[in-house]
């Protein structure tokens, strides 16, 4: 297969961890006989320094030729100014709206050689398995905003057929899985919540009778999350619970370093990153996990490209390291690998 790929490293740490997937994206090139065209593009905060905007318009037209994009990591403290005219989570955002990935998945499962890494009792963690499935370009990140001195307000906005669609995505993946979708919202208190919940219960009633439905309030999704993990399988959220919630669940994997991501459009053209951050303090030391883009990498494969075979292999190779005690720094304190070496040893477990 012939696919090309827009790579954005970004800032911080995401140069780093991106030649990492880069280096698996070849190695899958080589066993399996396809060829990936690799474009690199600027993006975030260095895309503000070079060119004044972090989403330039060279960025944009690569990213829309492109079979998928493959993210680094964006910001950092030097633009983290509220001030700022522009910063790199507003490429963020309108990359997003530009490209219409409005699904955003996140894969959360646990690595039985990571259990004791988690701050969560260990007796929680087996076997977890959740796919946390958000909308990504509406809700309250994209509705109107106004900041003065001594007042401001952010609108939260969804129309009916924005809930629908990432309905959709949720069910057609709980069909694949164990067949249980749990919503999470605020009806008590929230407008756009009741609407949410009134059009995901209509809508899977309608078209999707086999799939189970528990709606969830965001409170007690925060806090079942780290009691009885077990019980969930697929989670449907709006931009804003869908944010924090993943970002909670990551405790459960011992690393957000191993937690990979897809932001998908219709058409199964995606952006696919890492949910950590640029990690401006261990920029340069060779102490970022890869995992987390490397496995989004196999996303991406699975997902855009149809590699399931490809993708597997990454997974299996990724489980392989780690099955042989090779961690980074954020998994093991003591006799901890480089990302190199890391990035290294996943790429050998392929090509082996």
């Not at 370009?137 to 924005?162: H, M, N, P, Q």
């Not at 006799?335 to 190199?340: C, L, M």
């Amino acid at each position: 297969m012939k696919s090309e790929i827009t790579l954005l490293p970004g800032d911080g740490i995401g140069p780093e961890v991106t030649n990492e997937a880069v280096k698996i994206l070849k190695a899958i090139e080589k066993e399996f006989g396809h060829s990936f065209a690799l474009n690199h593009a600027l993006f975030g905060g260095i895309a503000i320094d070079k060119t004044g905007s972090p989403y330039p318009q060279e960025t944009q037209d690569l990213c829309k030729q492109a079979d998928a994009v493959l993210l680094g990591a964006v910001g950092g403290p030097k633009w983290s100014d509220p001030t700022a005219k522009t910063r790199p989570e507003k490429g963020l955002l309108d990359m997003r709206s530009d490209l219409g990935v409005y699904a955003n998945l996140r894969h959360i499962r646990t690595y039985p050689q990571l259990i004791n890494c988690s701050p969560i009792k260990n007796d929680y963690l087996d076997d977890i398995d959740i796919m946390f499935v958000r909308e990504l370009i509406g809700g309250i990140y994209f509705g109107d905003k106004v900041r003065l001195d001594d007042y401001a307000k952010d609108v939260c906005e969804y129309s009916t057929s924005e809930i629908q669609r990432i309905t959709k995505v949720a069910a057609n993946l709980a069909q694949q899985r164990r067949g249980k979708i749990t919503s999470v919202d605020k009806a008590n208190v929230m407008a756009t919540s009741q609407l949410w919940r009134s059009v995901t219960t209509d809508y899977l009633e309608t078209n999707y009778k086999n799939i189970e439905l528990e709606h969830m309030l965001a409170d007690a999704a925060t806090m079942h999350l780290l009691t009885r993990p077990e019980d969930f399988d697929v989670v449907l959220a709006d931009n804003l619970f869908g944010d924090i919630l993943t970002d909670e669940a990551s405790l459960l994997t011992g690393s957000i370093g191993m937690i990979p991501s897809a932001s998908m459009s219709d058409d199964n053209f995606g952006v696919y990153e890492p949910i950590h951050g640029s990690a401006p303090d261990i920029q340069g030391k060779e102490l970022a996990n890869p995992c987390g883009i490397i496995l989004s990498a196999s996303m991406l494969l699975r997902h855009s490209l149809g590699l399931k075979e490809e993708a597997s292999a990454i997974d299996n190779a990724v489980e392989s390291v780690l099955d042989d005690g090779i961690f980074t720094v954020d998994l093991s304190k003591e006799n901890f690998v480089s990302t190199v070496a890391m990035g290294n040893a996943i790429a050998s477990k392929i090509s082996s």
